[in-house]
């Protein structure tokens, strides 16, 4: 026997909800011309894209509710949602404390003062925290030692990695990886395999650590190294100031260098719309959508900004179609 609510009930139901008058906002709201209904399509898709919230009458009502992008884009709900997506996309995981989210931080205090978005990498600035556990507040000063938020303590404490010689691997990949976008996945190895750079020098490993432009045992070479002796907090060497071929054919000598080198490659304009893509539709561009992200790419090397990315793709008339 089929289970299920009696058709007479929903009858009833429905009838009942009429008479009170509790359907007749779900009715008239999509009455009206296909262009009507059209526009108020395109209203939920970027409300709920842009805030994940339902449109607010104003949105719902306007015949191209598209023109509001910008105003949407600049009110605090979307930096808030906007900064949590973007924290999400630069760790694997949220960080034990407030501070160790700094790309949440970084992104929001970019969006909230409309900086260029390289300032989130390159901009002089240094989370400062104050109080403990969920009391703990972060603020972004400025620092002129700064540099976005490679050079905070919590962050490279975070990404100091485990390599024996104190090569700092996993900040050089995740510098990589947050400006870029750069995607490696680690070989599976023997146990008891050589995992010294001597080892990583020899294949499997070598492709990434020794080879092509992202080449990890390489581009470290700028960070310096961390040493840690027993439980006491690490230490951080600067590099040695010598100038080390880095990102297959370039040099630098620190990771101020370094980080320049990787927002003024196209790598860095191809992230940005990479990731308006992934937060306004929540995956990568297809390959029919080239054209759209054309036109990210150019919209954002013209302002610099992260919300003209976005901007660009949700003004498009086939995020509404």
């Known amino acids: 026997m089929k289970r299920g609510i009696p058709k007479n009930l929903i009858t009833r139901s429905v009838a009942s909800a009429l008479t009170s008058g509790s359907l007749i906002w779900s009715i008239s709201a999509w009455a009206g011309t296909a262009e009507e209904l059209k526009s108020k399509r395109c209203a939920t898709r970027l409300s709920i894209a842009l805030l994940g919230t339902s449109p607010t009458d104003g949105l719902l009502s306007d015949p191209n509710p598209q023109s509001q992008v910008d105003q ?3 009110k605090p709900e979307f930096q808030e949602r ?7 996309q630069l760790n694997d995981e949220p960080g034990a404390m407030p501070i160790e989210d700094a790309a949440y931080h ?4 970019i969006m909230a003062n409309n900086k260029p978005w390289k300032e989130m ?4 600035y240094n989370l400062v925290a104050t109080g403990t556990g969920a009391a703990q507040t972060v603020a972004v000063n400025p620092d002129p030692n700064g540099l976005g938020y490679f050079r ?3 962050w490279m404490v975070r990404y100091a990695g485990n390599e024996l010689a104190g090569i700092r691997l996993t900040t050089t990949f995740r510098v990589m990886q947050n400006v870029t976008g750069l995607h490696i996945a680690a070989a599976v190895v023997a146990p008891g395999a050589n995992n010294t750079a001597s080892g990583r020098s020899q294949a499997p490993c070598k492709a990434c650590h020794f080879e092509n432009w992202y080449a990890l045992d390489l581009n470290s070479k700028v960070f310096g190294t961390v040493t840690r002796v027993g439980n006491q907090p690490p230490t951080f060497n600067p590099p040695s100031g010598e100038s080390f071929p880095v990102l297959g054919g370039l040099q630098a000598k620190d990771d101020k260098e370094f ?3 990787l927002v003024n490659s196209s790598n860095f304009s191809v992230n940005a719309c990479r990731l308006a893509f992934q937060y306004l539709y929540g995956r990568h561009e297809n390959a029919c959508e080239h054209a759209v992200f054309d036109a990210c790419v150019d919209a954002f090397n013209a302002s610099g900004m992260i919300s003209s990315a976005l901007s660009s793709v949700a003004k498009d008339p086939t995020f509404c179609q």
């Open 72 to 74: 949407i884009l600049a």
């Open 82 to 88: 906007f900064a949590r997506f973007i924290n999400s």
């Open 106 to 109: 970084m992104s929001k205090y």
């Open 121 to 124: 990498f390159l901009g002089q």
């Open 152 to 154: 905070n303590r919590e």
């Open 259 to 261: 980080v320049t080198h």
